[in-house]
C-alpha cells in the first residue's frame, strides 16, 4: 500500500503546477466564455488520475521524475558481512536489520490516506442518504422534475437517471431559468464529472490546492451553464434570470444539497457574471480555445527526454540527489544504502536490501532485489543486463573504495547474482570514473555518458 501512496503522492506534487498554472491561466480568460477555463481543469484531473504520460518538446512541466523517491517502499535491511565468500549462500549472512525510518514514514502515511479517503466517502454517502431521506416528500411536477418545500436551492440528485429538485413557491418564470440551467447541467454530464472531481478529491484529500481547484472548478462549472442558458435564451433575460439567482439567495430554507448531489453556489459570481455576459466575438472565441488546447497539451505532457533517456532536469535532479551521499569506503553504512536505494531500477524489482563486504580487500557490496522466476530468467541473457552496467558504473563512481559489486536478484527460491567489477568499469567508460566525479560538474557529464557508452 506504500508503494500505491507514494504513486498518489507524486501525482499530487506533480499536479499541484498544474493546477497553480491553470489559476494563473484563468486570469487573462476573464472576459472569454467560461467553458473554457472550465475545459482546461481536465489537466489537472489527468495528472491527478495519470501516474503516466506522453512527451513532448510543448511540456509547460518542468520536470517528468517523480519528486518523491518510489524506492522507499522497498527499503528494508542493511547487512555488515566479515569477508564471507560470494560463492556462499547469501542467506547464511550473519547480519542485523535496520528499519528505514522513510519505510516507516511512507507506511504511516499510507494508512493515514486511506482514514482520509473512507471519511471523505462515507461523508458523501451518508450526506446523500440523509437528503434522500428528506426529500421523500417531494412532489414530481413531471418527468424527472421534483418539487420540494424548505428546500434551499435547486440541484441535481443522481447519477443514471438524475432528477432535478426545485424548491416550492417559485415563478414561473423562475421555474423556466432555473429548470433550463439543471437541464444544461444534465445534458453536458455535469453531474457525472462533478462525481468525479469528488473522487479525484477523496483519493488527493491530503493537498490544498486539489480543494481549491475542486472549488474553482465548480465555480467554473456554474458560470458556463449560466452562460449557456442566457445564449440559448437570448441575453434579454439577464436581469430576470439574475433576480431569479438573488431570490434563491435570500429566501431562507432548510436542506440543502451533498457531495453527490450538486447545488448551485457562490450566487454573488453567478449574479456578476449575468450582469456582465456579452456575447463573445468569433474570432476571440477562436484564439482563446486554440491556446487553452495548446496549454492543456503543455499540462498533460511530460518534457521530451534526450539522448540518455532523460530530461535535463531529470538528470539534473538525479545527479543533485544521489551525488550527496558520495563517499570514499564502502563501509559507510548509511551513505552506500542512500546511494543503492537511488539507484533507477525496472518497477520489476523490489530492492530489500544491502550487504556490505568490509574486512580486509577487495571490499565489495551487494544489493539484493526480489522478483518473479520469469524476471530473474530474463536478466540472465547478458543482452537484458544493461541496467546493471549502468548502476555499477554509478556505484564505483561513487564509492571510492569498492573493488566490485554485485547485483542479487532472488525469485523466492533462486538467485541470479550479477558482477561487475572496477577494473571493467574504468575499462568500459574508458577512464577511472571515481576521479571522473570529483565534482558535481564532472559527476553530471559522466552520469550522461554513463546512459549512453553503455547502450552501444
Known amino acids: 500500500m506504500a508503494d500505491q501512496f507514494l504513486t498518489v503522492l507524486n501525482m499530487s506534487l506533480t499536479a499541484s503546477y498544474v493546477i497553480l498554472f491553470i489559476i494563473l491561466v484563468r486570469l487573462p480568460l476573464k472576459k472569454t466564455p467560461k467553458v473554457i477555463s472550465y475545459a482546461l481543469w481536465s489537466a489537472a484531473a489527468f495528472r491527478l488520475l495519470c501516474p503516466v504520460s506522453f512527451e513532448s518538446v510543448l511540456s509547460l512541466v518542468p520536470r517528468a521524475v517523480s519528486p518523491v523517491s518510489q524506492n522507499i517502499a522497498g527499503q528494508q535491511t542493511t547487512r555488515i558481512g566479515g569477508g564471507i565468500s560470494a560463492a556462499h549462500s547469501l542467506q547464511a549472512t550473519t547480519a542485523a536489520a535496520s528499519v528505514n525510518p522513510s519505510q516507516v514514514c511512507a507506511q504511516i502515511g499510507s494508512y493515514i490516506w486511506l482514514v482520509g479517503i473512507a471519511a471523505m466517502l462515507i461523508y458523501s454517502v451518508v450526506s446523500t442518504l ?63 464529472v462533478k462525481l468525479l472531481a469528488y473522487l479525484i478529491l477523496s483519493i488527493h484529500w491530503f493537498n490544498p490546492l486539489v480543494w481549491i481547484a475542486f472549488v474553482l472548478m465548480s465555480t467554473d462549472m456554474e458560470l458556463s451553464c449560466d452562460e449557456r442558458v442566457l445564449k440559448e435564451m437570448g441575453g434579454e433575460i439577464k436581469k430576470a434570470y439574475s433576480m431569479s439567482l438573488l431570490s434563491l439567495a435570500t429566501e431562507k430554507r432548510m436542506i440543502s444539497g451533498s457531495a453527490l448531489a450538486f447545488g448551485e453556489g457562490n450566487v454573488r459570481a453567478r449574479i456578476k457574471n449575468v450582469l456582465n455576459y456579452k456575447k463573445p466575438a468569433f474570432w476571440s472565441v477562436v484564439i482563446a480555445v486554440v491556446a487553452v488546447i495548446g496549454i492543456g497539451v503543455g499540462l498533460v505532457a511530460n518534457p521530451r527526454i534526450n539522448a540518455a533517456g532523460k530530461s535535463s532536469t531529470a538528470v539534473s535532479n538525479a545527479v543533485q540527489d544521489i551525488y550527496r551521499y558520495r563517499t570514499q569506503y564502502v563501509g559507510d553504512n548509511s551513505k552506500v544504502a542512500n546511494i543503492s536505494y537511488r539507484l533507477q531500477m525496472p518497477k520489476s524489482l523490489t530492492h530489500t536490501g544491502i550487504e556490505l563486504y568490509t574486512s580486509k580487500a577487495p571490499y565489495s557490496l551487494n544489493i539484493v532485489y526480489k522478483t518473479t522466476p520469469a524476471v530473474r530468467a530474463s536478466f540472465s541473457k547478458d543482452e537484458n543486463q544493461t541496467v546493471f552496467d549502468q548502476n555499477a558504473i554509478l556505484m ?21 547474482i550479477i558482477k561487475r567489477t572496477r577494473d571493467w568499469a574504468n575499462k568500459k567508460m574508458a577512464k577511472d570514473v571515481w576521479e571522473s566525479s570529483s565534482t558535481v560538474e564532472k559527476f553530471t557529464a559522466l552520469y550522461q555518458e554513463i546512459f549512453v557508452s553503455t547502450k552501444k
Request: with cysteine; aromatic share 8%.
Open 396 to 416: 564505483f563512481a561513487l564509492i571510492k573504495n569498492a573493488d566490485s559489486v554485485r547485483f542479487v536478484i532472488n525469485d523466492g527460491k533462486q538467485d541470479l
Open 130 to 192: 440523509i437528503l434522500k431521506k428528506n426529500l421523500k416528500n417531494a412532489r414530481c411536477i413531471e418527468s424527472n422534475l421534483y418539487e420540494a418545500n424548505n428546500l434551499k436551492t435547486p440541484f441535481v440528485l443522481g447519477l443514471f437517471r438524475p432528477k432535478i429538485m426545485i424548491p416550492s413557491g417559485l415563478s414561473t418564470e423562475e421555474k423556466s431559468y432555473i429548470i433550463r440551467h439543471e437541464q444544461t447541467h444534465i445534458r453536458r454530464f455535469d453531474h457525472v
